[in-house]
Nanobody, 123 residues
Framework: QVQLVESGGGLVQAGGSLRISCAAS????????MGWFRQASGKEREFVAA????????YYANSVKGRFTISRDNAKNTVYLQMNSLKPEDTAVYYC????????????????WGQGTQVTVSS
């Protein structure tokens, strides 16, 4: 089984940057595609970004394209989300997820989820 733990969330001003991390354990991390999702208060969870097991393929939601970058370090069993030019509407709990299949944007296809880390962007 895979366990995922997010970290690095916090409070930043609009226009600022933040990098959040997701550390994996209990499985073969390099064999999983990884994704980031977020859920704002009162809203449904939405896709943010995903990366293939090799890191060769990435996909971003239109709302974050050009501002966020997903990356992974398989040697450290860690996936990252670099967030630049943050906006108040980026405020949410950010979750990482692992998928034993190929890269996907569909939350229902992910097998494992972390507990989330809060990102708050002030205006």
């Amino acid at each position: 089984q895979v366990q995922l733990v997010e970290s690095g969330g916090g409070l930043v001003q609009a226009g600022g940057s933040l990098r959040i991390s997701c550390a994996a354990s209990g499985g073969t991390f390099s064999m999983y595609s990884m994704g980031w999702f977020r859920q704002a208060s009162g809203k449904e969870r939405e896709f943010v970004a995903a990366i293939s097991w090799s890191g060769g393929s990435t996909y971003y939601a239109n709302s974050v394209k050009g501002r966020f970058t997903i990356s992974r370090d398989n040697a450290k069993n860690t996936v990252y989300l670099q967030m630049n030019s943050l906006k108040p509407e980026d405020t949410a709990v950010y979750y990482c997820a692992a998928d034993s299949g190929v890269l996907t944007t569909q939350a229902a296809k992910y097998d494992y989820w972390g507990q989330g880390t809060q990102v708050t962007v002030s205006s």
